[in-house]
């Protein structure tokens, strides 16, 4: 299936805005499934940078059971030397609605775990 221009940034959109709320769900939050979301990084930040490709696994986990519009994704940890602070990860998918187009979010784990999503 194909969208217009309008319909794909709204599929973006939404893509996006549902990801925000994956990432930013701690698992065992959401009582109607366990796994809903992600643990949580902070953990994770205290065995980093060991824990990368953990975390990197726990978000391509979430994005392949949570959000069926996306297939084939890959997380990619982007070592970023000014903000050693944060972690930043690229997000690589191919969207179903759009037979196979590839989609880019930039998503970014601050200081208190909170994760951000930029397309």
Do not use: W
Request: charged share 25%; aromatic share 8%; proline share 4%.
């Amino acid at each position: 299936m194909r969208l217009g221009g309008d319909n794909q940034r709204r599929c973006i959109d939404s893509v996006l805005s549902h990801l925000q709320r994956i990432l930013n769900t701690r698992q065992g939050n959401v009582p109607i499934a366990g796994d809903y979301g992600i643990p949580d990084f902070l953990d994770f930040l205290q065995t980093y940078p060991e824990s990368v490709h953990q975390i990197e696994h726990n978000i391509k986990n979430a994005i392949d059971k949570y959000e069926p519009r996306l297939s084939g994704a890959t997380v990619t940890y982007v070592p970023d030397e000014d903000e050693t602070l944060t972690l930043r990860f690229e997000i690589i998918a191919c969207l179903t609605v759009e037979t196979g187009r590839k989609v880019f979010f930039e998503t970014v784990v601050d200081t208190d775990g909170r994760v951000h999503i930029h397309k």
